[in-house]
């Protein structure tokens, strides 16, 4: 059996990798920070629950150790907590570069061992911010940007190890990390509005082109980045339209 690892997938669009990945006949490593959700997703799809901060590298080394077998690594866990670029604390800048960005880093070195021996491929959860600046997210636009970027970089300096790196880049999900986000009914409707499918995704959206990435399908597709935002990120003139209506 083939066997899929996805961080942050306690919740949110990680856990509905780990369902998909399972469904395509994956057994999958749950990793989240929080132990008691990474158990919860484990028992829901019969995986296995890791507790591990991925921005901890003896943490990381450990996990690894525990992984004989990789064919599918997801970069998926990460932070994205408010602040205003002109007085975000240095301190929560440098952890989200830390998470968002240094953990797809350990986690592909540790593992890539594992990852070569099967001529796997690692997919990187990016998102719109790395192409459309996010205002009041501190580090998470530049951290996400970073992503992308170390998505390349490792499809060519790696590629001789037969690894494909591939990056999903999502628009808005509903998930539990974007609550504060879609709490409010009136504002959804304005983002909504703003989509051009109409809607935020859900995270089944963001899992079902993980999964292609990470299908034989996609044997030929590396160093890709594949925005899944319903058109958001291209939609422009909609922003215009709606700074016009004031
Ligand atoms: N929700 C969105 O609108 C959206 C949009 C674009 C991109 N993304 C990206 O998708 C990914 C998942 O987002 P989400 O909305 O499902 O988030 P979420 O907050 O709902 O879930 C993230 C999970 O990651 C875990 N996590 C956080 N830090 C960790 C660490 N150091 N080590 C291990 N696990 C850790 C959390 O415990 C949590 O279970 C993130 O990389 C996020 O940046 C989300």
Redesign the pocket.
């Known amino acids: 059996m083939s066997t899929a690892l996805v ?9 509905a990798i780990a369902r998909r990945l399972t469904e395509d006949g994956y057994s999958v490593i749950v ?4 132990a008691e ?2 158990k919860a997703t484990a028992a829901d799809v019969g995986g296995r629950a890791a507790a ?5 590298p003896d943490a990381v080394h450990e996990l690894a150790a525990t992984v004989d077998e990789l064919d599918v690594l997801v970069n ?5 907590p408010a602040a205003s670029l002109a007085d975000v604390d240095i301190a929560q800048f440098r952890r989200v570069m ?3 960005v240094v ?1 797809p880093l350990l986690l592909t070195q540790q593992l890539l061992p594992q990852l070569t021996a099967s001529g796997g491929s690692v997919v990187n ?5 790395a192409k459309v600046p996010t205002p009041g997210t501190g580090a ?1 636009s530049p951290s ?1 940007a970073a992503v992308v970027s170390l998505t390349k970089l490792c499809a060519v300096e790696f590629a001789q190890s037969g690894v494909r790196f591939n990056a999903v ?10 609550a504060a ?1 879609t709490a409010d009914p009136a504002r959804e409707e304005r983002f909504n509005a703003l989509v051009p499918l109409g809607r ?2 859900a ?1 089944e959206d ?1 899992a079902d082109v993980v999964s292609f990435f990470a299908s034989k399908d996609a044997r030929y597709v590396t160093g890709q980045v594949l925005y899944v935002d319903g058109g958001l990120s291209e939609a422009t003139v909609r922003f215009l339209q709606a700074a016009q209506r004031g």
């Open positions: 961080t942050g997938a306690g919740q949110g669009i990680g856990r990793v989240d920070l929080d959700t990474a591990c901060d991925i921005s901890d998926n866990a990460g932070i994205f830390d998470v968002n953990g959860i990016a998102s719109m911010a998470y996400k880049a999502p628009g808005g999900v509903a998930t539990e990390g974007a986000a935020r995704a995270p963001i």
